[in-house]
């Protein structure tokens, strides 16, 4: 049974704990052909890209760099798969570095780097930072962490660095556990393979921290059964990485009565949630998500940013061919600290435009969110505008590989994003951004 606002209002399917809705629900489905071409909002309609890479609307412009197998020392080249990323001040007025994860096991173009900057020797995976100027130039690049497994996602801290994320609960081949979350130090002063494991070993996607609390917030992007939506509490609320190191309390999310996320079907509903300790956050004989009997769960929780004060995460799709409740092509949630609640910000029906929203960033224009697909059929940039309207930001010209790693300069003046694959390659894209529709 779906949970419908009506459903909500005459004290459905929603369970036991207390619910509020809020927020316009009028256009956030896509139901304008407009909407949809990105003409009745965002910034117009996408123009063709004389080189088949990158369509972007009328005054935009890209710069790609970075590309997968560029060499960037001797024997050391750019390693693939590119995917999440989050940007930081450079060493100069103007600059910007960026530190980007390599979603690969053991296949792929290796990431290779010092012994003390490889975790496990035997796997692919691993980051690189680069830092470019206003115009979005490559000055530098080199591989910051090298050894670790399927890094998908991640998120920035309000410390300065990158948490980068293990999508795996092991590889073939490996020599040391994977399924943990690493921290690297955009700077170059402070990197270690070490993991952080209060935040527990599972099939990470995604992290958000809240900057007043250190809170941290983690997707998980796994199967039988659906993954989990956490929180990592440390016991201290101060001292950044050093806080994490001491560890703290990992926790599920569970709303009563909602065992699937994909029940929810109207934006505007808020559910309250409790939180739920985790057993055994390191998984040593069953994975986290197999620790609990009945908790909520999500077929495809994917990107996760914190912003507005609260954490924006993702779900990618919900199939009911694959044991999901119920069947969309996407939803974008909220997660409310203060009210202990989440929102439904937005959801794709099957069959639209836009579809498979994964990695996401909180935009400073206009109160919306930038989403990259990684759906069927042609590729994505999604913008949303502050009433929750999807338009067309950008579209892959070149091949079908997802969107990953979307990102805005610290002063805003730049978006980042990644073609993950064939090649994998990083884009700078600048543009009147202030001239958003809607």
């Known amino acids: 049974m779906s949970v419908t606002r009506r459903g909500v209002v005459k004290g459905g399917a929603a369970g036991a704990l207390s619910i509020a809705l809020a927020g316009s629900l009028d256009g956030i489905f896509q139901t304008s052909a407009g909407a949809d071409a990105g003409e009745a909002y965002g910034y117009g309609p996408l123009n063709p890209d004389p080189k088949?890479?990158?369509?972007?609307?009328?005054?935009?412009h890209y710069k790609q760099l970075s590309v997968e197998g560029d060499p960037i020392s001797d024997g050391v080249v750019v390693p693939g798969h590119h995917d999440g990323m989050a940007t930081f001040p450079g060493s100069r007025h103007g600059r910007t570095r960026l530190v980007r994860n390599h979603e690969q096991g053991?296949?792929?173009?290796?990431?290779?780097?010092?012994?003390e900057l490889t975790y496990d020797p035997a796997v692919n995976g691993g980051t690189t930072t680069l830092e470019v100027d206003s115009r979005g130039n490559l000055l530098s690049q080199y591989v910051s962490l090298a050894g670790t497994a399927v890094n998908c996602a991640g998120g920035r801290t309000p410390w300065g660095t990158w948490l980068t994320c293990e999508e795996t609960e092991g590889v073939g081949g490996q020599t040391k556990s994977h399924g943990w979350v690493f921290e690297v130090d955009p700077d170059g002063r402070r990197t270690e393979p070490v993991p952080l494991t209060g935040l527990g070993r599972?099939?990470?996607e995604a992290v958000a921290v809240d900057p007043h609390t250190l809170t941290a917030y983690l997707t998980e992007d796994a199967a039988r059964p659906f993954g989990l939506f956490y929180r990592f509490r440390p016991r201290a609320h101060h001292g950044g990485y050093h806080a994490y190191m001491r560890g703290g309390q990992?926790?599920?999310m569970n709303v009563r009565g909602v065992p699937d996320l994909s029940l929810v079907t109207e934006p505007g509903t808020r559910l309250r949630v409790e939180w739920l300790d985790v057993p055994d956050p390191s998984a040593?004989?069953?994975?986290v998500r197999k620790q609990f009997d009945t908790i909520t769960r999500s077929q495809k929780l994917e990107g996760c940013w914190w912003g507005h004060g609260k954490a924006?995460?993702?779900?990618?799709f919900s199939d009911t061919g694959d044991g999901a409740a119920a069947d969309h092509a996407g939803q974008v949630?909220?997660?409310?600290?203060?009210?202990?609640?989440i929102e439904l910000q937005l959801i794709f029906k099957p069959g639209g435009r836009f579809d498979g929203p994964d990695n996401i960033t909180v935009s400073p224009y206009g109160g919306g969110v930038i989403l990259a697909e990684d759906g069927d059929g042609e590729q994505y940039l999604v913008g949303t505008t502050r009433e929750n309207k999807p338009f067309a930001m950008a579209r892959n010209a070149l091949n079908g590989s997802e969107f990953t790693g979307v990102t805005f300069s610290p002063d805003g003046r730049v978006l980042f994003a990644n073609r993950q694959s064939d090649p994998g390659a990083t884009f700078a894209i600048t543009g009147p951004w202030h001239r958003l529709r809607g």
């Open 52 to 60: 088949g890479v990158l369509d972007l609307p009328k005054g935009f």
């Open 106 to 115: 053991t296949n792929g173009t290796r990431a290779v780097a010092p012994a």
């Open 202 to 204: 599972f099939a990470h």
């Open 250 to 252: 990992l926790e599920a």
């Open 284 to 287: 040593k004989q069953t994975s």
């Open 312 to 316: 924006y995460f993702v779900c990618s």
């Open 333 to 341: 949630w909220t997660y409310d600290p203060r009210r202990n609640e």
